[in-house]
């Protein structure tokens, strides 16, 4: 399709006109191609699965099912040589030299973790997501943005240790007199690798909501979500639950901040209107009685 | 098995204002939460504002604002080249791209520009991101997209060394310029000999020659060193040798004319100090033949200077006689 036909198709591009004549092409292609893409399959890229799906458009709380985590592939656990015996409750049993997780008992206490996180966003809490693998990174961001402005963040790399409880030594008095640093609630994807900071939580009394795998003992974690926490996809999802519960809770405590202020701004003019209807009142009494009433 | 050790030292707690612990002794008796609902409580003394940064809990939050923005700024560069059909590149058009060549800020400078202590693997990582940003401006660079390269160079620079153009000039020689009457001048050097080599086309000479009222003749190479010809100062033919090599391999004897003063060393430093001036004057002059002269070696100065004495030898690698007792 090039204009010069003595120049073949793959040479070197030296001139921006070059450049241009590539991308020409390549557009004519791509139109060629959306044009016939309609005749044929009805599947498309917009109707099916896309890898990046899981990141991107978690189910709502309301409407997660069980197939949902058997598709991420949330029931496996690990060796049962390494199950921890106050998992045992959890686990289904074991299969192919992994312990199966119970998602019958996961999905309702993924929900309990969801309706806990948009009670305390709805009450104007803070949730911090904690995920220190580089696989995950993306997830937690994903589910602190998602959450919106100043009530939401997210660590993605290693915690460091005494970031709560040595909070005057790393962020200074300065930052302490003017932020409110303890956060109302942690969400933790790999706890196993966070020992720091769930002992960090318990000892400030935070409430954690953590991912527990099959070698971990679910006591640790205040809402623990009993799952595979070695899978990206997991990890996704349940990030991706939490977040938009989250988010609604987000939606109740605005919506709650200006029905305050505007009963605020009401109860002031009120407040006015009956100071100043109380002194005319004065005025024409000490008007007619000659003298104050008090 | 995982099991959690709690400290079982005491935990001892400055006495500051900013940290404030409630204890469930110190509160009061216990109301439940239910028969809360109607009662109005007191403002909080204190209501303190959230952190403003996502990556408040990471304790360096600045650094990963840093990256999320150049993570951000990729994705929406990427979004923009997928548009224009810019990426992926197919394998003959990477090939037609410049080399990239990215001259970023060091450890330390970016330190300071940044405000934040990097360490290592930070840096690696800021680098990383950086080289990704610069590859997508070599791309809407090259394919002719300017502002979408202005908009990425305006981000990128914050992390470019300051002296960027000079950075990248360094290495490379400075052009030798005719002068007004098509003279180069040139410098050659070897072991502690220097010369100052100046070459004009010996064309100009016979011309002048023949103005002046001589008989025309074949242009010839006439070469004066110290104000004394060739073979008065260098008697020995291995210098001639040297000195008159790079016009024979390039086949441009009797083409120009040398002048060169030429001080320090003795004669074969002097005369490899003049080829050197020669050469490079010749690269000067016909540009074409400074390939030949560099596979010749006659564009380097010869880097072999009289090797220092050491102690416990008689010269620099001679031996004392060995003893055997």
């Known amino acids: 399709m090039s204009t010069a036909t003595n120049i073949p198709r793959n040479a070197p591009l030296q001139t921006p006109q070059d450049w241009s004549e590539m991308q020409y092409d390549r557009g004519v292609q791509k139109i060629f191609m959306d044009r016939f893409e309609k005749f044929g399959s009805t599947q498309t890229r917009e109707n099916a699965w896309q890898p990046h799906h899981s990141l991107h458009r978690p189910p709502p709380p309301g409407q997660l099912t069980l197939s949902a985590l058997v598709a991420s592939g949330a029931h496996f656990g690990h060796s049962p040589s390494l199950l921890n015996p106050n998992f045992i409750p959890y686990a289904y049993g074991t299969r192919a030299g992994v312990t199966i997780i119970d998602l019958d008992q996961t999905l309702p206490l993924l929900r309990r973790a969801a309706n806990l996180t948009r009670a305390v966003a709805a009450r104007g809490g803070t949730v911090v997501f904690l995920g220190s693998r580089p696989d995950i990174r993306g997830a937690v961001k994903k589910a602190a943005e998602r959450m919106g402005d100043r009530q939401s963040y997210y660590v993605g790399e290693k915690w460091l240790p005494g970031t709560l409880t040595n909070r005057l030594h790393l962020f200074g008095p300065r930052i302490l007199n003017r932020t409110r640093v303890i956060p109302d609630l942690m969400i933790i994807l790999n706890p196993l690798q966070n020992m720091p900071a769930i002992r960090e939580c318990a000892i400030e009394h935070i409430p954690t909501i953590g991912i527990i795998d099959s070698n971990v003992d679910p006591r640790i974690i205040m809402y623990p979500i009993p799952a595979n926490d070695e899978s990206t996809r997991t990890a996704e999802l349940v990030s991706g639950v939490l977040s938009i519960a989250g988010r609604e809770g987000v939606e109740l405590w605005k919506q709650e901040e200006t029905r305050r202020l505007l009963e605020r701004n009401s109860n002031e003019t009120k407040r006015n209107e009956r100071r100043r209807r109380e002194a005319e009142e004065e005025n024409y009494q000490i008007g007619h009685d000659g003298g104050s009433k008090l | ?325």
């Open chain 2, 1 to 325: 098995m995982a099991s959690i050790a709690f400290s079982s030292r005491r935990f001892t707690i400055p006495v500051q204002n900013v940290l404030r612990r409630s204890y469930a002794t110190t509160s009061g008796s216990f109301v439940p939460p239910a028969a809360q609902q109607d009662v109005m409580h007191a403002p909080r003394r204190r209501i303190l504002p959230n952190p403003e940064s996502k990556t408040f809990y990471t304790g360096r939050a600045a650094f990963y604002d840093y990256v999320s923005s150049l993570e951000l700024a990729i994705h929406h560069t990427r979004t923009k080249l997928k548009q224009l059909h810019l990426t992926p590149l197919p394998e003959f058009a990477l090939k037609s791209l410049p080399p990239l060549v990215p001259v970023w800020k060091s450890k330390n400078d970016l330190s300071t520009s940044l405000s934040t202590k990097l360490s290592a693997a930070r840096h690696r990582r800021l680098i990383e991101l950086l080289n990704q940003l610069n590859d997508f401006r070599r791309i809407a660079q090259t394919a002719g997209h300017a502002d979408l390269g202005l908009g990425l160079t305006n981000i990128l620079e914050v992390f470019e060394r300051d002296d960027k153009e000079e950075h990248l000039r360094r290495g490379i020689r400075k052009p030798v310029v005719l002068d007004q009457y098509g003279r180069s001048y040139t410098l050659g050097k070897r072991k502690t000999s220097s010369a100052r080599v100046w070459m004009i086309s010996s064309q100009h000479a016979v011309e002048s020659k023949i103005q002046a009222g001589a008989t025309p003749s074949p242009p010839t190479t006439e070469i004066i060193v110290n104000n004394k010809p060739l073979s008065s100062y260098f008697p020995m033919p291995a210098d001639r040798e040297r000195i008159l090599f790079p016009f024979k391999i390039t086949g441009l004897l009797g083409a120009y004319n040398v002048f060169s003063i030429t001080r320090g060393g003795g004669t074969s430093g002097q005369s490899g100090a003049v080829a050197h001036g020669i050469a490079k004057g010749l690269a000067a002059h016909v540009p074409d033949v400074a390939l030949i002269l560099r596979r010749a070696k006659l564009l380097r100065r010869d880097p072999r200077m009289v090797e220092r004495k050491k102690t416990g030898l008689a010269k620099a690698r001679k031996a004392y006689a060995w003893v055997k007792r």
